[in-house]
């Protein structure tokens, strides 16, 4: 695990200037995530908070490969990216090591996304979910959801 003096040089994988409220619990997270990973990454991102504060088109504070997807299947898209990618590395086309990250909210986990997360995890793709829940559907009204 690198020190915290490693990972000050790290490059951010998240740009600044995006259009997240001060402090935001989500940037700070993903942030900490990137900052930890040692293998180039991949990430998709369900409609949500984080997706619409860093993606205003044509704008995006993504410095890495960065997939939008819809509210609902954030881990199906991650799992076919990932199987995808292996695929490639077993036919020799690609050679190095990748990670994949799939971001979702606490309503697009547990309400509405729960069954793309669980054939992720039962098919057994390499990937890491983070479900980020900020106790309710905080961009359309704040509805709580089935985490609140």
């Keep these: 695990m690198p020190s915290l003096k490693e990972l000050v040089k790290k490059q951010d994988l998240l740009s600044g200037g995006h259009r997240a409220c001060a402090g935001c619990g989500a940037t700070i997270a993903v942030r900490q995530i990137l900052l930890s990973a040692q293998y180039p990454v991949v990430v ?11 993606t205003i088109f044509p704008y995006t504070a ?7 997807s819809a509210f609902e299947n954030v881990a199906a898209t991650i799992a076919g990216v990932e199987t995808g990618y292996r695929a490639l590395k077993e036919k020799g086309k690609i050679e ?4 994949f990250i799939a ?5 697009g986990t547990y309400d509405i996304g729960l069954q793309a997360l669980s054939g992720a995890l039962e098919r057994g793709h390499r990937m890491l979910y983070v479900c980020y829940n900020n106790q309710a559907y905080m961009n359309t009204g704040i509805q709580r959801s089935s985490a609140t």
């Design 62 to 68: 993504w410095k890495i490969p960065f997939i939008h």
């Design 103 to 107: 971001f979702g909210g606490d309503g």
């Design 44 to 54: 998709g991102a369900s409609t949500g908070c984080l997706e619409v504060v860093t």
């Design 96 to 99: 190095r090591e990748m990670r």
